[in-house]
C-alpha cells in the first residue's frame, strides 16, 4: 500500500479570509499613483497588500506585505507622538490645533489671528509637529524621528533617499508653508532643516507589515506587541489616535470613521494604517489613490475588514470581559501551609472572613466598577479581600486609583486590601499610594498572611507554630497506645537537615516515610530544568510527609526540601512491613492514621476544585 501524502499545513480561516479579501480587490482599477513627487510615480500600481497585526504580537498577511515603499502622510500621526512626548500636551495645543480642516492636506491654511495649525494631520501642522521634535544627546531631529519609528515597527527603518531627493528638490509648496509657519512664530527658527527632517521622515520607507505593527503598538498603550518595547509614551495614545479618528484620511476623514469606524492615517505613498484601540493594528498598501488622495483599494479593503469582522470602534460587541473571574474563601481554598487541628479548625469556621477575587482582561473603569461595587458591600463580613491580577491584561490609571482609593476607605473600617500578582503594575500602584505591605508576589504568600492574622486574631495567644514537637505528639502517632509507641520509637532513625537542603527527590523511589520533629519543609513540584518547581505544600514540626511511598511504593512525585535546619525521624518501608508479624496492630493504627491523612487533603483539594470551577 502507498503511504498517505503528508496532509498539506493547514491555513488559518482568517489566511483564507485575508488572501479571498486579497482576491475580491486585487483587480479593482481604479485610481492614480501619486506623480507630484516625481519618484512616487515608479510606484508599481498592482502593488496590493494587507496586514493584520494582534496585541499579542501575531502578524497574518496577504500580498505585497514585504514591498518596501515610503510612509509619507503617515508619519504624521506618530511624529506627533513624539513631539507631545518632547513637549507636552498644552504647549502642543498651544501650537497645533486639533480641528478638521476641510482643506486639502497641503493647503496654506493657518488659523486666522494665531496662524495655528488646524490639526497635525495636515501638511502645516505636521511640519509644526516635525519643529517640535528636539535634538537630544547629539541626535538630530531626523534621527531621534528615525529611531521612533523604528521602535514602533519593531526593525530599523531606513529613509528612501531618492524619494527624499525627489520631494526636497519639487516641494516648494511645503516651503512656502514653513515660511508661513515661521512668520506666524508657530516654529522658533527658520524652516529649512524642519522641512528637510519632514521630507525625510515622509521618505522613511516600510512595509504594509510595519504599518500593521505600528498600528498594533498604538493599539497596545504604545508597547510593541513583538518585541515588547515601551515604543511610544502611554500618555500621548488618546491624542495620536484622536487625531487620526478625526483628521486621519483627508477629506474622507467623516465618511472613513461613519463607514470604517478605526482611527486610521493614510499617505500619498499607497499605505493606510489603521487601529482598533486594545485589540489590533491594519496595515495596507496599494499605490493608487482616489480623489481624496487615499488608497483606492486600501479604502475598499479596510470599509470589507470592518465589516466582515466587526472591527468598528462604536461597535457594542466592544465591551470588555468582566474583571471578576473567580471568587472564593478561605474556608474553600487554603494556603500551601499545613496546620495542626486546632488552627485548621479556626480557619474552618472563620475562613469566610478572608476572601480571594481573580480579576481578568483589562481593567478598566467599567470593569472595575462592579469589583468595587461588591467589596464595599461584602465588607461587613470580612477582614481580608486578597485582589489576585495573575490573569489581568492591562490596567488604566483610573482603575488602578480605584484599587487605591478602596484599600483606603476599608482600611478605615479595619478591613485590609491585599494584592498578588501584580508584577508590571506594581510600581504604578505604588505611585498611586497604594501600601506597599499589601503588594504580594504570589497568592499564596499572600494568603498564608492573610491566615496567619486571622488565627491570631482568633486564637489570640494559643497562635503559635511549634518549633519542635515532641516525638510522641506528632499527627502520625495520635491514637497509639504506649507500647505500639515505643515499638515505633526504636524502629525509627533520626535525621537532619541542613536549609536549603533536598530530602526528597521526585522520581527517586519512595522508601520512607517522615515524621518532622523540628523545623518545616517545602514540598515542590518538579521544575523543566532540573529547578524546583511551583511550591504545593509546607509542613512544620510535628507533621509527617512521604507517607504516600508507603501505601503505593511508587516512586516519588515532587521535592521535599528543607526551609530551615531540620529533624526528622524515619520510617524505613522494609521496617514498615516487618511490622507484619511482630506489631500488626502497630502497622493497622499507622495504615489508619495515613489514610485519615490523606483523604483530608483529598477533601481539601475537593473544596478547591470546586472553588476554582466557579460554583
Ligand atoms: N511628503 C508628502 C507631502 O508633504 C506627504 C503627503 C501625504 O502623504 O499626504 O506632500
Redesign the pocket.
Known amino acids: 500500500m502507498q503511504p498517505s501524502p503528508p496532509a498539506a499545513e493547514a491555513r488559518s480561516p482568517i489566511e483564507t479570509y485575508l488572501a479571498a479579501l486579497h482576491d475580491r480587490h486585487a483587480g479593482h482599477a481604479g485610481g492614480q499613483v501619486?506623480n507630484?513627487?516625481p519618484e512616487l510615480a515608479k510606484a508599481n500600481p498592482a502593488w496590493f497588500g494587507i496586514c493584520i497585526a494582534t496585541r499579542d504580537g501575531h502578524v497574518y498577511e496577504v500580498g505585497d506585505s514585504r514591498q518596501p515603499f515610503t510612509m509619507?502622510?503617515?508619519s504624521?500621526a506618530l511624529v506627533y507622538g513624539l513631539a507631545l512626548e518632547d513637549r507636552g500636551e498644552a504647549a502642543m495645543l498651544e501650537r497645533i490645533g486639533v480641528e478638521p480642516s476641510g482643506d486639502a492636506?497641503?493647503a496654506i491654511s493657518l488659523k486666522a489671528g494665531t496662524g495655528a495649525p488646524f490639526n497635525p494631520m495636515i501638511?502645516a501642522g505636521?511640519i509644526a509637529a516635525c519643529g517640535q521634535v528636539m535634538r537630544r544627546s547629539g541626535r538630530s531631529r531626523i534621527q531621534r524621528i528615525q529611531a521612533y519609528l523604528s521602535a514602533c515597527a519593531g526593525r530599523e527603518l531606513d529613509i528612501d533617499v531618492d524619494v527624499y531627493r525627489s520631494?526636497s528638490q519639487t516641494?516648494h509648496?511645503?516651503r512656502a508653508i514653513g515660511w508661513m509657519l515661521r512668520n506666524f512664530g508657530v516654529i522658533d527658527e527658520e524652516p529649512t532643516e524642519i522641512l528637510e527632517a519632514?521630507?525625510q521622515q515622509?521618505?522613511i520607507r516600510v512595509t504594509c507589515r510595519d504599518l500593521a505593527v505600528m498600528g498594533a503598538t498604538l493599539a497596545n498603550q504604545g508597547v510593541n506587541p513583538i518585541t515588547r518595547q515601551q515604543a511610544i509614551a502611554p500618555d500621548g495614545i488618546d491624542n495620536i489616535l484622536s487625531v487620526m479618528s478625526t483628521c486621519g484620511m483627508?477629506d474622507f476623514s467623516g465618511e472613513w470613521i461613519y463607514r470604517v469606524g478605526l482611527p486610521a492615517k493614510?499617505?500619498?505613498?499607497g499605505g493606510i494604517m489603521a487601529v482598533l484601540p486594545g485589540q489590533l493594528g491594519i496595515g495596507v498598501f496599494s499605490p493608487p489613490l482616489d480623489g481624496q488622495?487615499n488608497s483606492a483599494r486600501g479604502i475598499r479593503a479596510c470599509t470589507d475588514l470592518s465589516n466582515d469582522l466587526a472591527l468598528h470602534v462604536f461597535n457594542n460587541g466592544n465591551a470588555p470581559l468582566p474583571a471578576l473571574r473567580l471568587k472564593y474563601d478561605n474556608t474553600q481554598v487554603r494556603s500551601r501551609r499545613r496546620r495542626p487541628q486546632e488552627q485548621r479548625q479556626a480557619l474552618g469556621r472563620e475562613g469566610g472572613r478572608v476572601r480571594v477575587l481573580e480579576l481578568q482582561g483589562d481593567l478598566v473603569f467599567s470593569t472595575v466598577e462592579p469589583v468595587v461595587r461588591g467589596v464595599n458591600e461584602q465588607a461587613r463580613e470580612c477582614q481580608f479581600f486578597l485582589l489576585n491580577l495573575r490573569s489581568v491584561i492591562s490596567a488604566d490609571d483610573a482603575s488602578l486609583r480605584l484599587v487605591v482609593e478602596l484599600q483606603r476607605s476599608l482600611a478605615a473600617r479595619g478591613v485590609r486590601l491585599l494584592v498578588c500578582h501584580a508584577r508590571a503594575l506594581e510600581t504604578r500602584l505604588r505611585r498611586l499610594g497604594a501600601d506597599v505591605e499589601t503588594l504580594y508576589p504570589d497568592d499564596d504568600t499572600a494568603l498564608e498572611a492573610c491566615e496567619d492574622l486571622l488565627l491570631a486574631n482568633v486564637l489570640g495567644s494559643r497562635f503559635v507554630t511549634a518549633k519542635e514537637v515532641p516525638f510522641a505528639r506528632c499527627d502520625l502517632l495520635d491514637g497509639l497506645g504506649a507500647a505500639d509507641l515505643s515499638s515505633l520509637d526504636a524502629a525509627m532513625a533520626e535525621r537532619h537537615y541542613a536549609t536549603g537542603e533536598r530530602i526528597i527527590c521526585a522520581g527517586e523511589p519512595g522508601d520512607a516515610l517522615f515524621v518532622l520533629l523540628s523545623g518545616s519543609v517545602e514540598v515542590r513540584l518538579p521544575g523543566p530544568t532540573g529547578k524546583p518547581g511551583p511550591r504545593i505544600e509546607v509542613f512544620a514540626a510535628g507533621m509527617t510527609f512521604g507517607e504516600m511511598a508507603l501505601v503505593d511504593g511508587a516512586p516519588r512525585s515532587a521535592d521535599v526540601i528543607a526551609l530551615e535546619p531540620v529533624s526528622c525521624r524515619v520510617l524505613e518501608i522494609r521496617a514498615f512491613e516487618a511490622f507484619d508479624e511482630r506489631y500488626p496492630r502497630l502497622k493497622i493504627g499507622l495504615l489508619q492514621q495515613i489514610t485519615r491523612q490523606l483523604s483530608a487533603s483529598l477533601r481539601r483539594r475537593n473544596a478547591e476544585v470546586q472553588a476554582f470551577k466557579g460554583r
Open positions: 501619486a507630484y513627487i509619507q502622510s503617515i504624521k492636506f497641503n501638511n505636521a520631494e516641494g509648496r511645503n519632514y521630507f515622509c521618505a483627508y493614510s499617505g500619498v505613498g488622495g
